[in-house]
C-alpha cells in the first residue's frame, strides 16, 4: 500500500472513529432517549457504539497492519452490520406479538416482538457470523479461501437487505415525517450503495478492491452527520411508522428476489471451481436455466398468493388490509355495463380477496323456483339446476353461514344436518358457497374454487367474506330491480302508445259510423259512394299506420316536414260541415309550420272535436291561424260549456282523464306531447258557461322553403 493510499486510509476512519464517538456521547446524554421505546433506542445506541468500535479497530488495522488487527476489524464490522439492521428491522416491523404461536409465551418479550422478519436478519447474520469465525480460525489455506468465498455471499446480502429495509422506512412514513427522516434514509442508502459495491466487487474477483477499502472509512463518516440532522429534527419520526402490507409483501418478494439470485450465483461459482474445463459451460447452462426458472417463479400467481398469506400471517396481527379490499372490491363491483357482467366481476372480486382462482355465480329464477349458472369466471359451465325448496339453499337462507366443502367432508356435524346435492361434491375444485343475501331474502350463491395458496377460514376471514357477499348482494338486487323498472317503462310506453293507437281507432269508428249512417238515405247518390270509396281508403291507409306504428314503436313513420295550413285547416271545416256543424276559419295566408302533416291534422283535428261537442247546436266554433313574433299561432275556440280554472291547471292534459262521459282523455295529452316535440306550446283560457280557446303556438316555417321543398318528401307527410 502506497503511503497517500495510506495516508487517506487513516485519516478516513480517524474522521469516522471521531464523529461516531462524538455521536455516541450525544445521545446517551440526550433526555428524549429511553422514555419512550425503550428496545428501539437502544438498537439506535447500540448501532452507533458498534460503528465507533469498527472504526477505531479500522484505524488500528491502517496504523499497524497486521493479521490480528484485519480479524478484529472485519467481525466489529460485521458486529456492526447486525445492530444497523437490527435497529432498521424494529423501525419497520409492525406489531406481531399477536401473531405468535401461543406456546412461544415463554419467550422473552423483545424475542417475541421481532418478529419473523427479525429472525430472518438473524438467521443471515448469524450464518455470515459462523463463516466469518470459521474462516478467522481455519489453518489450512485453500479452506481459508473457500470460506472467505461463501463469507463474502452472505455479506453481499447484508448491503442488500439494509437498502430494502431502507425503502420501506421511507415509503411508510406520512408525509409530516418524511422531512424529518429523509437525512437519514439518505446516509443509509450511501452507506449501503457503497458497501454493495465493495463487496460485489469482492465477490466477483475474489478480493476487495484496495481503493475502495482506502476511502471506506471517509464514506462512512460523511454519511454519519446525516443520520445525525435527523435524530436531531425530530426524534419521534422513528417511533410512527406504519407499513402497508402492500409494502411488506414487495419487500417480501424483493428479498426472495435477492436470496435466489445468491443462491444461484453461489451455485454457479461453486459449478465453475469444481467442474474443470467444463465449469464454465455448466455454469452458463446453470445459470440460463435458473433464469428461465425464475420468470416461471415470478409470474406464477400461486407463488404470489403465498406470499401475500404469509405476509398477512406472519407480519400483522390482522391479515387483511380492510381498506384495500374494500376498496378494490367496490370499484370492481361499479364497473359493470349489464347483469352478466356484474355477475362475473362479484365472483372475481369475492374469489380475489381468497386468492382463489375462479367461481360461478347461481342466481334465482324470475319464478323464485329454483337457482341456475348465470355467471362463471375460470369454471366450467353447468347445466345443474338447484331447487329452491332443496338443502341447500333453504341452510344458507336461514343461517346465512359459509360452506367450507371440505370442512364439510371432515366434520359435517357442524353443518346441522346439512345435505349438500351430489353436483357440488362431485366437483374437484369446488371449496367454498357464499350466500348473497338481503334483507333475510336470498338471491343466489357463489361458488368459489380451491385457494392457490391455503387459506386457513377463521372467524377474520368469515366475516371479511361475510360483508363482501352482503355488499355484492346488494348490488346484484340493484341491478335486478334496476331492470325490472326498464321493462317496466318499456311496457309503460307501450301501453300509452296503444292507448293513443285506441283513441285513434276511435276517430276512425266514429268517421265509418258517420258514413254508414248517410248511406241508408244517399246510397243511389254517385257522388256519395264515390266519396265513401275515397273515405274507406283513406282510414284502411290509416290504419295501416296505426299497426306499423304500434309494432314499431311510439313514433309514427314518416319524415318531418314543411306543412302548409291552408289545406289542414279545409279539410277541419269539412269534417265538421260532415256532422253538421259550422267551423269558421280565420286565417292569414300562406302559413306553415314543420312537422308531420297526418299527426298535426289529428292533433288540431283533436282540438277541433273537443270544441264541436263542448258546444250545442248554434253556437260558434273558430279556427284562428296567424303569424306572431316569428311564430304560428293557431287558436281553436268555442262557446260551449267552458271548464273550471281547477281542471285546466291539474287534470286537462294528464292522460285518463275526461269531462266527457264517453271520452278516454288521451287525446288532449297526446296533443300536447306532439306539441312539445315541434316545440311549440299550448295555453288554454276557459270560463264555465262563456267557452273555451286552445291557443297552440307552432314555429313559423317559411313559405318560400316550403314551396323549394322537394315534392316526394312533402307526401309522404300527406295521409
Not at 343475501?437 to 380451491?450: K, N
Not at 395458496?453 to 348482494?473: G, I
Request: glycine share 8%; charged share 20%; hydrophobic share 50%.
Amino acid at each position: 500500500m502506497s503511503t497517500e493510499a495510506a495516508n487517506i486510509s487513516i485519516f478516513g476512519f480517524a474522521i469516522a472513529t471521531l464523529l461516531h464517538a462524538i455521536f455516541a456521547v450525544l445521545l446517551l446524554r440526550d433526555a428524549r432517549f429511553h422514555t419512550q421505546q425503550r428496545e428501539r433506542d437502544f438498537a439506535f445506541v447500540g448501532a452507533v457504539l458498534a460503528s465507533f468500535a469498527w472504526s477505531a479497530a479500522a484505524l488500528a488495522d491502517a496504523l499497524l497492519p497486521y493479521l490480528a488487527t484485519r480479524h478484529v476489524a472485519m467481525a466489529l464490522d460485521w458486529l456492526r452490520y447486525g445492530c444497523w439492521l437490527l435497529f432498521l428491522v424494529v423501525l419497520v416491523r409492525p406489531a406481531t406479538a399477536r401473531s405468535l404461536p401461543a406456546h412461544l409465551g415463554d419467550l422473552p418479550a423483545a424475542a417475541r416482538r421481532l418478529g419473523p422478519l427479525a429472525w430472518s436478519t438473524g438467521v443471515l447474520w448469524l450464518a455470515g457470523a459462523g463463516l466469518l469465525a470459521a474462516y478467522v480460525f481455519s489453518s489450512s489455506g485453500l479452506e481459508a479461501a473457500r470460506l472467505q468465498r461463501l463469507w463474502l455471499l452472505s455479506a453481499l446480502g447484508m448491503p442488500v437487505l439494509g437498502l430494502v429495509l431502507v425503502e420501506q422506512l421511507f415509503r411508510n412514513l406520512p408525509e409530516n415525517l418524511r422531512w424529518n427522516a429523509k437525512p437519514a434514509c439518505l446516509g443509509f442508502a450511501t452507506v449501503f450503495l457503497f458497501d454493495l459495491y465493495h463487496y460485489s466487487m469482492a465477490v466477483l474477483f475474489g478480493g476487495f478492491d484496495p481503493d475502495a477499502g482506502h476511502v471506506r472509512g471517509l464514506v462512512h463518516a460523511l454519511a454519519l452527520p446525516l443520520i445525525f440532522v435527523a435524530s436531531r429534527r425530530r426524534i419521534d419520526w422513528i417511533g410512527r411508522l406504519q407499513v402497508s402490507r402492500t409494502a411488506v409483501f414487495y419487500s417480501a418478494s424483493l428479498l426472495l428476489a435477492g436470496a435466489y439470485l445468491l443462491f444461484v450465483a453461489a451455485l454457479g461459482y461453486a459449478v465453475r471451481a469444481l467442474g474443470g474445463d467444463w465449469g464454465r459451460a455448466m455454469q452458463l447452462a446453470l445459470v440460463s436455466g435458473a433464469a428461465i426458472f425464475g420468470l416461471v417463479l415470478l409470474l406464477s400467481g400461486s407463488i404470489r398468493a403465498r406470499v401475500r398469506v404469509f405476509v398477512g400471517k406472519h407480519f400483522f396481527s390482522y391479515r387483511y388490509d380492510y381498506r384495500e379490499q374494500w376498496l378494490r372490491f367496490t370499484n370492481m363491483l361499479s364497473s359493470p355495463t349489464d347483469t352478466q357482467d356484474f355477475g362475473v366481476l362479484a365472483v372475481r372480486g369475492l374469489a380475489d380477496m381468497l386468492e382463489s382462482p375462479g367461481g360461478g355465480l347461481w342466481t334465482r329464477n324470475a319464478a323464485h323456483t329454483a337457482f341456475s349458472q348465470t355467471a362463471r369466471w375460470n369454471l366450467a359451465a353447468a347445466q345443474t339446476v338447484e331447487p329452491a325448496d332443496a338443502d341447500l339453499p333453504q341452510y344458507l337462507q336461514r343461517s346465512g353461514w359459509i360452506v367450507d366443502l371440505d370442512e364439510y367432508r371432515h366434520t359435517p356435524q357442524r353443518y346441522r344436518a346439512l345435505i349438500l346435492p351430489p353436483w357440488l361434491l362431485q366437483l374437484p375444485t369446488a371449496w367454498l358457497v357464499v350466500p348473497l343475501i338481503v334483507h333475510e331474502d336470498l338471491l343466489g350463491f357463489v361458488l368459489l374454487a380451491r385457494p392457490r395458496a391455503p387459506v386457513q377460514m377463521n372467524w377474520e376471514t368469515r366475516d371479511l367474506v361475510k360483508t363482501a357477499s352482503r355488499q355484492a348482494a346488494s348490488f346484484l338486487a340493484q341491478m335486478q330491480a334496476t331492470e325490472a323498472l326498464l321493462e317496466l317503462r318499456k311496457f309503460e310506453s307501450f301501453n300509452r302508445m296503444s292507448a293513443f293507437v285506441v283513441h285513434d281507432l276511435k276517430n276512425i269508428v266514429t268517421q265509418l259510423s258517420l258514413m254508414l249512417k248517410n248511406a241508408e238515405r244517399l246510397r243511389a247518390n254517385p257522388e256519395f259512394q264515390q266519396d265513401m270509396l275515397l273515405t274507406v281508403q283513406s282510414s284502411l291507409e290509416k290504419m295501416r299506420r296505426l299497426m306499423l306504428q304500434l309494432r314499431e314503436g311510439a313514433t309514427p313513420p314518416g319524415t318531418a316536414a314543411g306543412v302548409d295550413l291552408a289545406p289542414l285547416l279545409l279539410r277541419l271545416q269539412a269534417m265538421a260541415s260532415d256532422r253538421g256543424r259550422t267551423l269558421e276559419l280565420r286565417q292569414e295566408s300562406s302559413l306553415a309550420t314543420r312537422g308531420l302533416e297526418e299527426r298535426l291534422e289529428r292533433v288540431l283535428g283533436h282540438l277541433v272535436h273537443n270544441a264541436l261537442d263542448a258546444t250545442e247546436q248554434g253556437g260558434e266554433v273558430w279556427v284562428a291561424a296567424r303569424r306572431q313574433s316569428g311564430q304560428v299561432v293557431v287558436e281553436v275556440g268555442d262557446t260551449g260549456v267552458g271548464m273550471t280554472e281547477e281542471f285546466v291547471q291539474n287534470r286537462l292534459f294528464r292522460p285518463f282523464t275526461s269531462t266527457k262521459g264517453a271520452g278516454m282523455g288521451i287525446g288532449t295529452h297526446e296533443s300536447l306531447q306532439y306539441i312539445r316535440e315541434l316545440g311549440g306550446r299550448i295555453d288554454v283560457q276557459s270560463q264555465l258557461g262563456k267557452g273555451t280557446v286552445m291557443r297552440v303556438e307552432l314555429p313559423l316555417f317559411n313559405a318560400h322553403d316550403l314551396e323549394s321543398e322537394p315534392a316526394a318528401l312533402r307526401a309522404r307527410t300527406v295521409a
